[in-house]
């Protein structure tokens, strides 16, 4: 199949209900044994073996579960809604450069939204791992302050203010995360902090190390505290953090795109770290003239190279998104009964 077609692929994902079926232990246990780095009985969907807690209501809306529409944040940021990329995009700043954050910043009051009341009503599934999104890392909240330009401008030039900013940052995100704990009793928790381009980082690992790293540090070793595991999620080709991810930020999970060479993570870091591989090629799923064996192959092909048979650890966990209910059902079966064959000698 030619990358030239004209495929249709949207900007966000399709998600499916999980498929009902007797499996050999409940889908929650095999999904956690994975993120714990253990051998699980098949290659988990994770879409489909996680439910998220509502977690919003500290007024830090854009970092959860943003609305479709038109909003602000709680920061005076105002996002704009596109139907076509199905998310918002920041569109104004309050800082024109560090120096003001002092200033201008006022952090969102934890003490007014009513806590107990935003988590009344939340039915939990017990056959499902319990997550909750605790929103946006050091870059991205300053980025949407005062612009992608201006910050990777004085984080050159000014490091010493910007390191400033994340650890206040990082101060008050430890404070919600110690409420939002009190909430509920989450298997794991997402921090997102996209750190690069398709083609690599946007800074380079001295500036990283000096400015957003020891924060990042500081905010995942609080939720670890609790005994709650990390999925990090950081777009674009951040290959050159991964050992950082690893060695000093301790996260668990990485949700990452498959631009990033999975497998030598896996080989590597397999016994500290499972990976997420997001959206199975869209290029063979979303093309009308894919055929059903060229559905499975795809499917076997990612069990036989990230499976936890060929690597340390867990493996890799999937993300499944398809066009239609009919190639998900393929492509979600030949992942099960595949990579329950491929695992059914493993030590557990």
């Given at each position: 199949m030619s990358l030239m077609k004209?495929?249709?692929?949207?900007?966000m994902p399709i998600r499916f209900p999980k498929v009902e079926r007797d499996y050999p232990i409940p889908e929650k246990e095999n999904l956690l044994l994975a993120l714990h780095h253990q051998k699980p009985m098949w290659m988990p969907n994770i879409t489909t073996s996680s439910l998220v807690a509502p977690s919003n209501g500290y007024g830090d809306t854009a970092?959860?579960?943003?609305?479709?529409?038109?909003?602000?944040?709680?920061?005076?940021?105002?996002y704009e809604?596109?139907?076509?990329?199905?998310?918002?995009?920041?569109?104004?700043?309050?800082?024109?450069?560090?120096?003001?954050?002092?200033?201008?910043?006022?952090?969102?009051?934890?003490?007014?939204?009513d806590w107990q009341n935003m988590a009344a009503g939340f039915v939990r599934d017990e056959t499902r791992a319990l997550y909750g999104r605790v929103g946006i890392g050091c870059f991205e909240r300053l980025h949407t302050l005062m612009g992608f330009e201006q910050t990777l401008m004085d984080l050159i030039s000014e490091p010493e203010e910007c390191r400033a900013f994340f650890e206040a940052y990082a101060d008050y995100k430890i404070e919600v995360f110690k409420r939002m704990i009190r909430l509920y009793p989450y298997d794991y928790l997402m921090l997102n902090d996209d750190w690069g381009t398709a083609h690599?980082?946007?800074?380079?690992?001295?500036?990283?190390?000096?400015?957003?790293?020891?924060?990042?540090?500081?905010?995942?070793?609080?939720?670890?505290?609790?005994?709650?595991?990390?999925?990090f999620h950081s777009c674009g080709?951040?290959?050159?953090?991964?050992?950082?991810?690893?060695?000093?930020?301790?996260?668990?999970?990485?949700?990452?795109?498959?631009i990033n060479d999975i497998k030598s993570m896996l080989q590597t870091y397999g016994g500290r770290l499972t990976v997420e591989y997001q959206?199975?090629?869209?290029?063979?799923?979303?093309?009308?003239?894919?055929t059903e064996e060229q559905i499975r192959l795809l499917a076997r092909q990612i069990v036989d190279t990230y499976g936890a048979q060929a690597n340390p650890g867990g493996g890799c966990v999937v993300a499944v998104s398809a066009p239609t209910a009919e190639v998900y059902n393929i492509f979600n079966e030949e992942m099960y009964t595949y990579s329950l064959y491929q695992y059914k000698h493993l030590t557990r």
């Amino acid at each position: 199949m030619s990358l030239m077609k004209d495929i249709q692929i949207p900007t966000m994902p399709i998600r499916f209900p999980k498929v009902e079926r007797d499996y050999p232990i409940p889908e929650k246990e095999n999904l956690l044994l994975a993120l714990h780095h253990q051998k699980p009985m098949w290659m988990p969907n994770i879409t489909t073996s996680s439910l998220v807690a509502p977690s919003n209501g500290y007024g830090d809306t854009a970092d959860t579960n943003p609305p479709k529409n038109n909003y602000t944040d709680s920061y005076g940021v105002l996002y704009e809604y596109s139907e076509a990329q199905g998310s918002a995009t920041p569109v104004t700043t309050v800082l024109s450069e560090i120096g003001e954050w002092r200033e201008k910043i006022k952090w969102p009051d934890l003490d007014k939204p009513d806590w107990q009341n935003m988590a009344a009503g939340f039915v939990r599934d017990e056959t499902r791992a319990l997550y909750g999104r605790v929103g946006i890392g050091c870059f991205e909240r300053l980025h949407t302050l005062m612009g992608f330009e201006q910050t990777l401008m004085d984080l050159i030039s000014e490091p010493e203010e910007c390191r400033a900013f994340f650890e206040a940052y990082a101060d008050y995100k430890i404070e919600v995360f110690k409420r939002m704990i009190r909430l509920y009793p989450y298997d794991y928790l997402m921090l997102n902090d996209d750190w690069g381009t398709a083609h690599g980082p946007f800074f380079s690992t001295d500036l990283f190390e000096e400015t957003i790293l020891p924060p990042t540090v500081r905010m995942i070793k609080a939720i670890h505290e609790y005994g709650i595991q990390v999925i990090f999620h950081s777009c674009g080709l951040i290959d050159t953090f991964v050992p950082y991810l690893v060695e000093n930020i301790g996260a668990d999970i990485l949700q990452i795109q498959t631009i990033n060479d999975i497998k030598s993570m896996l080989q590597t870091y397999g016994g500290r770290l499972t990976v997420e591989y997001q959206s199975p090629d869209p290029y063979i799923l979303y093309d009308p003239e894919t055929t059903e064996e060229q559905i499975r192959l795809l499917a076997r092909q990612i069990v036989d190279t990230y499976g936890a048979q060929a690597n340390p650890g867990g493996g890799c966990v999937v993300a499944v998104s398809a066009p239609t209910a009919e190639v998900y059902n393929i492509f979600n079966e030949e992942m099960y009964t595949y990579s329950l064959y491929q695992y059914k000698h493993l030590t557990r």
